[in-house]
């Protein structure tokens, strides 16, 4: 099973502050890494696939980066309505697995 | 607009068998693959297995020997049973949906099952 290991659990930030997320990968799984946002008592939605392509509709200030074991989610310029907890998960390998997640907070 | 709906019984006790249906509206089920995900309360989110619209599951190792997912295109519905429930299969339990060029495009928005007597 490949692990995914998120960092940090937990960010605070103040508004317009870029916010960067990271996930490794205990094995190489290529680009196969997607990102996920979830808003209390909501259902995730999906930000950002292979690694960096952005979904239909999400904001260009969500980006992707990374190959192999370590990746990035960025939020460029962060908006209140961005607190959220942001999720990895990997589709390389089954079982598909998703890192802890990583809450963030806005001051 | 494609909608994901899951429903079923919210209290289920211990020992017995979980079933939730998850109702696919404004797409169809054939030509994609049905996830089932959870999430205990305040915890993060853990696959459960799939199906593909032509019926063939794949579950997740260490709850294969009780899972079972179906899909009844029939109805657009896929659907999902856990046997032998214990108070560890407390979560939220997600359909979402998989396109063979994408991850997870499409959730429901989730049931909430508790195992208690």
């Known amino acids: 099973e490949i692990i995914l290991t998120q960092s940090p659990e937990f960010q605070s930030v103040t508004p317009k502050e870029e916010v960067t997320i990271t996930c490794r990968a205990s094995q190489s799984i290529g680009a196969s890494i997607h990102w996920y946002q979830q808003k209390p008592g909501q259902s995730p939605k999906l930000l950002i696939y292979?690694?960096?392509k952005s979904f239909s509709g999400v904001p260009s200030r969500f980006s992707g980066n990374g190959f192999g074991t370590h990746f990035t989610l960025t939020i460029n310029s962060l908006e209140v309505e961005d607190a959220a907890t942001y999720y990895c998960h990997q589709s390389k390998y089954g079982p598909y697995t998703f890192g802890q997640g990583t809450k963030v907070e806005i001051k | 607009q494609v909608q994901l709906q899951e429903s079923g019984p919210g209290l289920v006790k211990p020992s017995e068998t979980l079933s939730l249906t998850c109702t696919v509206s404004g797409g169809s089920v054939s030509g994609y693959i049905w996830n089932w995900i959870r999430q205990p309360a305040g915890k993060g989110l853990e696959w459960i297995g799939r199906i593909y619209g032509s019926g063939k599951p794949e579950y997740n190792a260490p709850l294969m020997s009780r899972v079972t997912m179906s899909a009844d295109t029939s109805k657009n519905q896929v659907s999902l049973s856990l046997s032998s429930v214990t108070a560890a299969d407390t979560a939220v339990y997600f359909c979402a949906r998989e396109p063979y060029d994408l991850p997870f495009d499409y959730w429901g928005q989730g049931a909430l099952v508790t195992v208690s007597s």
């Open positions: 292979y690694t960096s």
